[in-house]
């Protein structure tokens, strides 16, 4: 039982990950329509970045400070990403209004290329590390209940709290600022949020800075874990059944669909991996969407689909 | 001028049903099958034919099969790569476990099995459209992934999961040459195309195209979703299987499992939206442009005399590539195919006004 217990939360913690990264594509997909395969190249972006600077700063200005270098980095990697919003909306998204979701797919597509070549470009492509002081002791809880205690990561505890504070913070954003009822707006009715004056265009540079910034968390926290490389990006793919499992307008389906997929994926790579042979954790998200998919084809919480003709 | 089809009456059915129903059409295809059959194996070298041209003629094909589902029935997959191992692995083993099978049945046979994965996971089609199914149609990605690193049946036990195909043998030649290996893609390249085509300007494919434009309206005048949609997948499984088993077997020769990655599927996927949706001259402009657009950045550099490291060079590629896609998409959305037949309606005016 305590094992089993340990395997959920492990799940727990690792889904609030992925809800982190998926939370990304939702509000992308809110806003403005586009299905952003670019997220994941976006993470090893800021990460990289995040990295970088924090070697670089200390060396520049001659200090030694963690903290600083560190609070540093991360406002000079939310700068990037906001740049990059902004260069994309300019030089991407303008020029492809009105076109099918399967263009805008394929066009994010290439953006993901050229972040993954200018990120490497710019910020070289050996492995880096991020310290953000993130603790990696383990934790022992509940040792009355049950013999020897329930281990866990401490670092995917302040993790777990990290992606909620940010989720809150997010839900707050969007339900109570004027920029997050615009961005709301926005993504109910493009024409119509258009004819009563807000401005699409700065919208959407907004949305995907947003989208810059939580990639930048799932950066740092998933670079302070697995230390900051190409196989990165590769997180996204772990985000992609979690969108679709939560419905791809849905803010709280990315965090419910995040932790089933973290839960079922730990318990199942556990408890079934040995049977078939290992490494199942691959497709069996995949597998679990698509299972939860043929019931509620519309995702968890996404909007109805309603067929006209 | 020269493309005018002023006086070519069209007096017959038969005559109203060709291919290619403009005279100059019919020469320049005839002489662009003259080309490629007869002059390219006799002028190209070696390399070329290795870097270039099988690689274009496989890749094509499988753009063909993807176009199919894609563009014309409009079911999105990003699982091409997969269905290519799947017709890899089932060619690959045909060959090594039956003694004397035929090369050709056995690139049939991996067709065959990559049809039936292909209607396999086409059935979550049925409920889910659109984005939801492009993400669904992963799951094949990375089972068959999986499934190709993971049993060892399926690599014949081999120890480091890859697997080798020895020499190659048709109708008991042997094709050792990059020119005969060449020659074989190129038929069946044409064998499929000519197929595609008539299918898809057929019942079967107003049916698809049917489904792709709407399907609710489609089903309410009497298509089967069912039909119309499994019969997309399979014979879209078809093709790209095939063609999955050339590329194993003619381009790669050995190959691991990592050969037909999510990569894989991206770049088909662009060479369909880049070539053109729904247009069998679109997968061909497409293949074209990717597997030549590498070869191209490859050597800019080296043109321009920048000494690049190769590290560097291949992030720039990266970059390069991306910008370009964008830029495509902006620019001819409806990709490389809709360029070639405006370009077309110009010339049959062309040098005069009207």
Known sequence: ?309 | MFYRENGQFKASYRADLALFPIAQDRVAILALALVAFVAVPLLASDYTFRAVLIPFLVLSLAALGLNVLVGYCGQISLGTGAFMAVGAYAAYNLQVRIEGMPLLLSLIGGGLAATVCGVIFGLPSLRIRGLYLAVATLAAQFFIDWFTNRVPWVTNNSSSGSVSVGTLQLFGLPLETPAQRYLLCLSLVVVCGILTKNLVRGAIGREWMAMRDMDVAAAVIGIRPVHAKLSAFAVSSFIVGVAGALWGFVHLGAWEPAAFGIDKSFQLLFMIIIGGLGSIAGAFFGAAFIVLLPLLLNHVPHWLGLPLSTAAASHLEHMIFGALIVFFLIVEPHGLARLWSTARQKLRLWPFPH
């Not at chain 1, 597998?287 to 909007?303: E, N, S």
């Open chain 1, 1 to 309: 039982m305590g094992f089993f217990l340990e395997t959920v939360f492990g799940g727990l913690m690792a889904g609030m990950l992925y809800a982190l990264v998926a939370l990304g594509f939702v509000l992308i997909f809110k806003a403005s329509g586009v299905f952003n395969f670019s997220q994941g190249a976006m993470v090893l972006f800021a990460a990289l970045a995040m990295a970088r600077f924090a070697e670089w700063f200390p060396r520049w200005l001659g200090f030694e400070s963690l903290l600083l270098a560190n609070v540093l980095a991360m406002a000079a990697a939310a700068a990037c990403l906001v740049v990059v919003a902004w260069l994309v909306e300019r030089l991407a998204l303008r020029g492809l209004v009105n076109q099918p979701a399967i263009t805008l797919l394929m066009a994010t597509l290439g953006i993901s290329y050229f972040l993954d070549g200018a990120g490497q470009l710019l910020f070289g492509s050996a492995t880096y590390k991020i310290d953000v002081g993130l603790p990696k002791d383990p934790l022992f809880v509940l040792e009355d209940t049950f013999p020897g205690g329930l281990l866990l990561n401490k670092e995917d505890l302040y993790a777990a709290v990290i992606a909620a504070a940010l989720v809150a913070l997010l839900s707050l954003f969007f339900q109570k600022t004027r920029t997050g009822r615009a961005l709301r707006a926005v993504a109910d009715d493009h024409q119509a949020a258009q004819s009563i004056g807000i401005p699409l265009s700065r919208i959407w540079v907004i949305v995907w800075s947003v989208g810059g910034l939580v990639a930048l968390v799932a950066g740092i926290i998933w670079g302070s874990k697995l230390g900051v490389q190409y196989s990165i990006s590769l997180v996204a793919l772990k985000a992609f059944p979690v969108v679709i499992l939560g419905g791809l307008t849905s803010v709280p389906g990315a965090i419910v669909g995040g932790l089933i997929i973290g839960v079922g994926e730990k318990l199942s790579e556990i408890y079934l991996g040995p049977r078939v042979g290992g490494g199942i954790e691959n497709w069996f998200a995949y597998v679990l969407a698509l299972g939860f998919l043929l019931v509620r084809p519309q995702g968890l919480f996404g909007d109805k689909i309603i067929d006209r003709v």
